[in-house]
């Protein structure tokens, strides 16, 4: 069966059973009335959404969701009704409380005949910082050679809509609003904490961001240190990630480790920026980030707070 954790069942609905099982390995058929392991919900497909017209959608059905750690296990029935053969891949949306579309991933590669269906097994990695914001859950096909990503999505299924526990989705809903372009402009800093760390040397970091923007906004905060202003970033590390609804704030908090423990001492000025692309992004006009007050050195700011605490 090899390394690929896909599996995969085809049975030949007009012709009786077994045909296809692409690059993964059969699994055995769901039965009728079985129960269902705590957490996972069966559902039906209870949301039709768009397809090219004229062509007659693959359906999903005998789904399940299962949560665990940082994945989510989905197993799902594809069928054909058509006569050619389906390819492509098998994409999963998760859906904000305004129907916004928070992240799509791409499940794996599906092939159904016409005329049959395969049961298929997939895992994702799903970071909590979105899963904890999806009120919904929407799983699709789209063509073989097309992206899950695509702003406008042109599905190859009917849609599937779902809620995070597994059960069915509201129905009639129209498709989600596809993500937009997120800029450095959407994004404002405040309330940044710097605290220099003991071991490793580096820096702990505290702050506030919201998305001022009217989209969803989603990427990670750069810490940079230089020796002087003017001069390239001696030190850079990612020290958060966020992903926000229009309006919505949060506070953020992160750590870096310096490269050179001995770069502290030399570094006078710390900025931090805030960006999709985190530390990717280059600094410019646009986006010169929040300067921050270097902090006291790590001895010194652990007396200057044992010295608070016995004042209080």
Known sequence: MGSDPRRVLGTVLL???AALCGAGCKKEQPQANVPVDAGVVAVAVVDAGPVAQGVKPLRFSDVTLQRQKDRVAVTYTLTNPGTAQARGPACLMLIDAGNRSIAVQRMGGITVKGGSEDTFEDELIVADLQWKQARAVLLFTVAYGKYCSQTELQPTSETLRLLPT????PAGLPMPVPAE????????VSDVRVRRSRAPAGASVTFKVKNVSGHRASGSACLRAYVREGLFALEENEVGEFDLAPGASTTVKGTGT???ASHWDEVTVLRLFA???GCSEIAGPDNPGV????????ENAAASEEAHHDAE
Request: aromatic share 10%.
């Open 181 to 188: 372009e997120v800029t450095a402009a959407d994004l404002v």
């Open 15 to 17: 012709l009786g059973f």
């Open 166 to 169: 597994g059960a069915p989705g």
């Open 258 to 260: 310096f490269g050179d």
């Open 275 to 277: 960006h999709p692309y």
């Open 291 to 298: 300067l921050v007050h270097k902090p006291l050195d790590a």
